[in-house]
């Protein structure tokens, strides 16, 4: 298996920036929970007519192996009166927002990413005073909203949000990027813009399943379209060619140098964790854990106690605190007892790990859960870290904050097991063995 260590980064050395929570003047992201499909405007009173996209601006550029695609949205109110809109936006699994705009007095202002907790105390004060936070959420799943008021009577509100992915490139090197576009209603003007910059020597493939064709390529590997009066629902979905060789792409941008590099690193031999002596199994036994896969994360701890067979098991149930601990031991792979336990679980309350502590004999913990903690006086991030010992997340769940358990399993050192895309054995066999880590990145500044 080839390894490919990708780096986007300005002359300084910084990576392109992941999106994390977001505040400025009235603009926000926090965390929450709910589910969507299509980008729309919800709107509270329900006698009202649809608050519509009027117009949409889509851009999506691919540098390298990196794709950042960018919405800008005008939606109209037909209403006689001002109304109070839901906007949401839903993404992917690796999709992650790095820009969130929203018109306030008549210009757009950006948003900055803050903590958490900063960003409530900011809505607080700002609610306050009767105006509008422009507040925007991440919620489960990987979908966000954002609370817009007013959606002034027969008035436009305009909204713009990017979000950033990494395009993975399957055994021969080939890579898919997909841009769906899902208006529900006719645009009265859509303009689309798509550019392609990887190093190789062919152009992307392009299909699409909108009502309409699409441009070819241009000299600058771009197609550029603007429609008007249009239905626009359908995928656009870009083929994109391996790359023969390491690839740096450089490119110049206000003023500023930016480069993509991609480098192709020889195999190395895999390396497994030591076997722990103790493991600890924190159990997520609140009401949503009813929606796990259990069979799944039964063969994953089939298999995972194949490859330890001998170990003591420490199992802690959360639901809105953690439980006692209970012990099990492990012996030649056997597990019935612990099994036998698990399958009883009753899954009622909230979701916290309030209450979970460093455990000094455990080796490594494996969390079991679909990463929608709703409860609790502390951060799921801060808990973890308590537990000063690898963390792997173990997923089987549809229904999931899947970037949240990946962002806890690696500041711990540990990985996330998604049940949902890979195969138990698989799964469990990942878990063991060690990842491959950059631990320095060297440049010469006269070369680059």
Not at 242 to 249: E, H, M, W
Not at 257 to 277: C, G, H, I, N, Q
């Amino acid at each position: 298996m080839k390894n490919s260590v990708p780096s986007v980064a300005r002359q300084t050395g910084r990576v392109f920036p992941q999106a994390r929570r977001w505040l400025v003047g009235g603009l926000g992201l926090l965390a929450a929970a709910s589910f969507a499909r299509a980008q729309r405007m919800v709107v509270t009173d329900a006698s009202a007519s649809p608050v519509v996209v009027e117009s949409a601006a889509v851009a999506s550029e691919v540098t390298g192996r990196y794709a950042v695609t960018t919405f800008d949205l005008v939606f109209h109110n037909p209403n006689n009166r001002p109304l109070e809109g839901t906007f949401e936006f839903p993404l992917l699994d690796g999709q992650n927002v790095i820009r969130f705009a929203l018109d306030i007095g008549g210009h757009l202002r950006d948003a900055v990413p803050v903590e958490k907790e900063k960003g409530r105390v900011a809505f607080e004060e700002i609610a306050r005073r009767g105006v509008d936070p422009g507040l925007l959420e991440k919620t489960a799943g990987n979908n966000y909203r954002a609370r817009i008021f007013p959606l002034p009577a027969q008035g436009r509100r305009h909204i713009v949000i990017a979000y950033q992915e990494e395009l993975v490139r399957d055994a021969g090197g080939v890579a898919n990027h997909r841009i769906p576009l899902n208006f529900a209603d006719k645009l009265a003007r859509l303009d689309l813009a798509v550019a392609v910059r990887t190093g190789s020597t062919e152009p992307a493939a392009v299909s699409s399943t909108l009502p309409f064709a699409l441009p070819k390529w241009d000299a600058e590997r771009t197609l550029r379209l603007r429609k008007e009066a249009t239905a626009a629902q359908g995928v656009i979905e870009l083929t994109l060619p391996p790359v023969a060789g390491p690839a740096v792409l450089p490119e110049k941008r206000d003023g500023r140098e930016y480069f993509s590099a991609e480098v192709t690193l020889p195999d190395f031999p895999e390396a497994a964790r030591p076997a722990p002596k103790v493991v600890g199994l924190l159990w997520d036994a609140s009401s949503s854990g009813r929606g796990r896969d259990h069979a799944k994360e039964f063969a994953f701890l089939d298999a995972w106690f194949r490859l330890v067979p001998d170990v003591e098991v420490r199992l802690v149930c959360v639901r809105d605190a953690a439980e006692i601990a209970a012990d099990f031991g492990v012996r030649g792979g056997d597990w019935t007892a612990l099994r036998q336990v698990l399958e009883k679980v009753v899954y009622d309350g909230a979701s916290s790990l309030d209450g979970v502590k460093r455990d000094r004999a455990v080796d490594e913990w494996l969390l079991f859960s679909d990463g929608l903690f709703n409860y609790g006086a502390t951060e799921p991030r801060s808990q973890i870290a308590a537990l000063k010992a690898p963390v792997h997340a173990v997923l089987a769940s549809a229904a999931a904050d899947v970037a949240g358990l990946k962002a806890l399993s690696a500041g711990q050192g540990g990985v996330l097991a998604n049940l949902t895309t890979a195969e138990p054995a698989a799964a469990a066999q990942a878990v063991r063995a060690l990842p491959l880590q950059v631990w320095a990145v060297a440049r010469d500044p006269q070369a680059v």
